[in-house]
Nanobody, 119 residues
Framework: QLQLVESGGGLVQPGGSLRLSCAASGFTLDYYALGWFRQAPGKEREGVSCISSKGGSTKYADSVKGRFTISRDNAKNTVSLQMNSLKPEDTGVYYC????????????WGQGTQVTVAS
């Protein structure tokens, strides 16, 4: 069974940083592109970032470019999202997802982790 589990969410002040991690079990992430998505209250889920299966290509939403960095460690079967200079509008539930390629269908979703940016 494909399972992804996120961790690292929490409450942080504007301008602060958080690092989200996502660990896979039941399958290896080596052949999957990995993405981070978020959903704010009352809004649709949106893509935040994606990294290719070998890590050679990354994509970011315009709203997070220069502030967020996605990375993966295939040996540890994990993907991370370093979030710096956080803003209140970054608040939401963050999900990781395994996809066949960044713009392709999702093979597995995590359960989500809450990120709240507030003073």
């Amino acid at each position: 069974q494909l399972q992804l589990v996120e961790s690292g969410g929490g409450l942080v002040q504007p301008g602060g940083s958080l690092r989200l991690s996502c660990a896979a079990s039941g399958f290896t992430l080596d052949y999957y592109a990995l993405g981070w998505f978020r959903q704010a209250p009352g809004k649709e889920r949106e893509g935040v970032s994606c990294i290719s299966s070998k890590g050679g290509s990354t994509k970011y939403a315009d709203s997070v470019k220069g502030r967020f960095t996605i990375s993966r460690d295939n040996a540890k079967n994990t993907v991370s999202l370093q979030m710096n200079s956080l803003k209140p509008e970054d608040t939401g539930v963050y999900y990781c997802a395994a996809r066949y390629y960044c713009s392709g269908p999702t093979a597995s979703w995590g359960q989500g982790t809450q990120v709240t940016v507030a003073s």
